[in-house]
């Protein structure tokens, strides 16, 4: 790192100031440190124990423009108890809806230790006026929701104009009322690992809890392991640097159990296995939790 880490209520020229002078990404060394990682399952542990710490750290996703009340309460029953014919099977860490299903979600969960992800903030482009955004979020939150995921102004960003997507984060940061905030990149946008590390600081800054790679909306994709390592880097410097706790969000695209396990062996072995935790790494997935319920069955 170039320059200290700026803490606490930052101005937004100094954020900027910041994120201009961090070192570029080594694109050759990000990718050879994955290559060299073995695609297995964290050190120290079974395949059924890296299994259920999977699924323990899995948003269960639904956002689709049909979703309905019942649909997302059957979400709710599945997150809560992925494997009906099995107890030891842990639940989810949350359930992921739009914000105007936040409240059904809330009931049937009421009594459960799954929480509450509500989108907002006008998900999944972030294409509408500031206070739209704000009372989007403000309204996920009064319908129950424990954490928010709202998404990057990628104009902005991509424009040059980091002041202004810090500014907008900082009043949805405002909006969450100490609900967990994650930040969505859309890192597919973005247009190299150098703008992934800048997004990741610029949103750390504005006081995300998470940074999180993908809406699961852009036909160019979601989550990659170069795009994941490098907001893990980022999220740790922040971190030791800030006093908090930070983590990333990998989502788009992860849906298999050999898929998960090869994200979670590279926390483990790039970062430290502690991250492997619901407050420092999760999964955003729909098809994901079947699979690893699957997964599990095979070898009990």
């Known amino acids: 790192m170039t320059a200290a880490v700026p803490t606490g209520a930052v101005p937004a020229a100094e954020v900027v100031a910041f994120l201009d002078g961090l070192p570029p990404v080594d694109a050759r060394e990000v990718a050879d440190t ?30 689709e423009g049909t979703d309905t009340p019942d649909r997302v309460r059957a979400l709710c029953t599945t997150a809560a108890r992925p494997d009906p014919d099995d107890d030891s099977c842990p639940p989810v860490a949350a359930v992921c809806v739009y914000s105007d299903l ?9 009594g459960t230790p799954v929480g509450v992800a509500g989108v907002a903030g006008t998900f ?6 500031l206070g739209v955004r704000v009372a989007d979020v403000r ?11 709202l998404v990057l102004d990628r104009a902005a960003f991509l424009d040059g104009r980091q002041d202004q997507a810090y500014a907008e984060l900082v009043a ?13 990149l859309e890192n597919s946008e973005l247009r190299d690992l150098d703008d992934v590390q800048r997004a990741s600081w610029l949103a750390l800054l504005a006081g995300a809890d998470m940074v999180k790679t993908s809406t699961g909306k852009s036909a160019a994709g979601g989550a990659t392991m170069p795009d994941v390592l490098v907001m893990l880097r980022a999220a740790r410097a922040y971190g030791s640097a800030a006093g908090r706790t930070v ?10 159990a050999d898929d998960a396990l090869a994200y979670l062996a590279l926390v483990d072995r790039a970062i430290s296995p502690d991250w492997l935790s619901s407050d420092r790494f999760r999964f955003g997935a729909s ?10 069955a095979r070898i009990r």
């Open 287 to 296: 098809s994901l939790v079947n699979d690893l319920v699957s997964a599990r």
């Open 247 to 256: 983590g990333v969000k990998a989502s788009g695209g992860i849906r298999t």
């Open 124 to 129: 999944p482009s972030g294409r509408a006026p």
């Open 172 to 184: 949805l940061r405002e909006a969450c009322a100490g609900r967990r905030l994650k930040v969505i």
């Open 102 to 110: 936040v409240g059904v979600a809330a009931a049937a969960l009421t």
């Open 139 to 149: 309204a996920a939150v009064e319908a129950g929701a424990d954490e928010i995921d």
């Open 34 to 63: 994955i290559a060299d990682m073995p695609k297995l399952e964290p050190s120290g542990r079974s395949r059924l124990e890296s299994l259920d710490v999977a699924l323990a750290l899995t948003d269960l996703t639904t956002l």
